[in-house]
T-cell receptor, first 114, second 115 residues
Framework: AQKVTQAQTEISVVEKEDVTLDCVYE???????LFWYKQPPSGELVFLIR??????QNEISGRYSWNFQKSTSSFNFTITASQVVDSAVYFC???????????FGAGTILRVKS | EPEVTQTPSHQVTQMGQEVILRCVPI?????FYWYRQILGQKVEFLVS????????KSEIFDDQFSVERPDGSNFTLKIRSTKLEDSAMYFC?????????????FGNGTRLTVT
């Protein structure tokens, strides 16, 4: 199976620390898409970012940044100056170019303490 | 911003009962999905639906499950005879066109508890 692995089950940081969530994926596809979703304690899944396999440029959005390294099949997510409201489960996911099925990693629980 | 809406937010049912989970996808979207998340576990694909038919389903989606788009707006998931292990959060999702690039927009989920 072409898995998505989030090796960090749970991370705890103190507010204002930077934190990086790791994601490693497997794929045999030439074209594919990678995503990050956030699941706050209220339970919904919130889309954060998508990336296609041809675009290895890193992206920054406010305190969020993403580092896509095709050579290591990784798509890591960094939160700078973390805040308590960042506490959530973060899921990395992968999709094929014309695929329907989004394959999720197991998620990383991020706890930000004040 | 348009949203995917799911009702009810929480459903409790007895084992063996039929349950229907309802979803209203974003209005101009064409692809519809159900995913489930057993408490504390990963989000798992159940089924995708396009052009009024199932386009892909997982091995979880057995004969006890069915989906329907009964009118132009609703998308339902039916579990014919619920089991204890069906207890989970069920997420509906939709997306527009654009191949795998367009992100799935998820509803807030329905928490199903089978007793």
């Amino acid at each position: 199976a072409q898995k998505v692995t989030q090796a960090q089950t749970e991370i705890s940081v103190v507010e204002k620390e930077d934190v990086t969530l790791d994601c490693v994926y497997e794929t045999r596809d030439t074209t594919y898409y990678l995503f990050w979703y956030k699941q706050p304690p209220s339970g919904e899944l919130v889309f954060l970012i998508r990336r296609n396999s041809f675009d290895e440029q890193n992206e920054i959005s406010g305190r969020y940044s993403w580092n896509f390294q095709k050579s290591t099949s990784s798509f890591n997510f960094t939160i700078t100056a973390s805040q308590v409201v960042d506490s959530a489960v973060y899921f990395c996911a992968r999709n094929k170019e014309y695929g329907n099925k989004l394959v999720f990693g197991a998620g990383t629980i991020l706890r930000v303490k004040s | 911003e348009p949203e995917v809406t799911q009702t009810p937010s929480h459903q409790v049912t007895q084992m063996g009962q039929e349950v229907i989970l309802r979803c209203v996808p974003i209005s101009n979207h064409l692809y519809f999905y159900w995913y489930r998340q057993i408490l504390g576990q990963k989000v798992e694909f159940l089924v995708s639906f396009y052009n009024n038919e199932i386009s892909e389903k997982s091995e979880i989606f057995d004969d006890q499950f069915s989906v329907e788009r009964p009118d132009g707006s609703n998308f339902t998931l039916k579990i014919r005879s619920t089991k204890l292990e069906d207890s989970a959060m069920y997420f509906c999702a939709s997306r527009g066109t654009g191949g795998g690039n367009s992100p799935l927009h998820f509803g807030n989920g329905t928490r199903l508890t089978v007793t």
